[in-house]
């Protein structure tokens, strides 16, 4: 059964950093396109960043994440990682992390992915 599990999240102030890990079952990352999501109540679910494990490919889809995100993968251990550093109150979400096994690049619209992790809740506050 193919299947992603989130963890990392947590209430942190703004600032403080935060390390998100999304551990897939049931397939290796060799040739998955990895993304991770966010979402807030009464928006619509935004890509955050993406990660084709084919290449190493990676993108950022939200300007204010750039430069404070980063997303990995460590492919001997079959997990991908987002680490977020000086975390901000608009950075406050559920995240989500999801796979796509069909194609090899990466895109940053969660209608693209099928596979989805339960979500993880980052809130930032003083």
């Known amino acids: 059964q193919l299947q992603l599990v989130e963890s990392g999240g947590g209430l942190v102030q703004p600032g403080g950093s935060l390390r998100l890990s999304c551990a897939p079952s049931?397939?290796?990352?060799?040739?998955?396109?990895i993304g991770w999501f966010r979402q807030v109540p009464g928006k619509e679910r935004e890509g955050v960043s993406c990660?084709?494990?084919?290449?190493?490919?990676?993108?950022y889809y939200v300007d204010s994440v750039k430069g404070r995100f980063t997303i990995s993968t460590d492919n001997a251990k079959n997990m991908v990682y987002l680490q977020m550093n000086s975390l901000k109150p608009e950075d406050t979400a559920v995240y989500y992390c999801?796979?796509?096994?069909?194609?090899?690049?990466?895109?940053?619209?969660?209608?693209?992915?099928?596979?989805w992790g339960q979500g993880t809740q980052v809130t930032v506050s003083s």
């Open positions: 049931g397939f290796t990352l060799d040739y998955a396109v």
């Open positions: 999801a796979a796509d096994l069909r194609y090899p690049y990466c895109s940053g619209s969660p209608g693209r992915y099928d596979y």
């Open positions: 990660i084709s494990s084919s290449d190493g490919t990676t993108y």
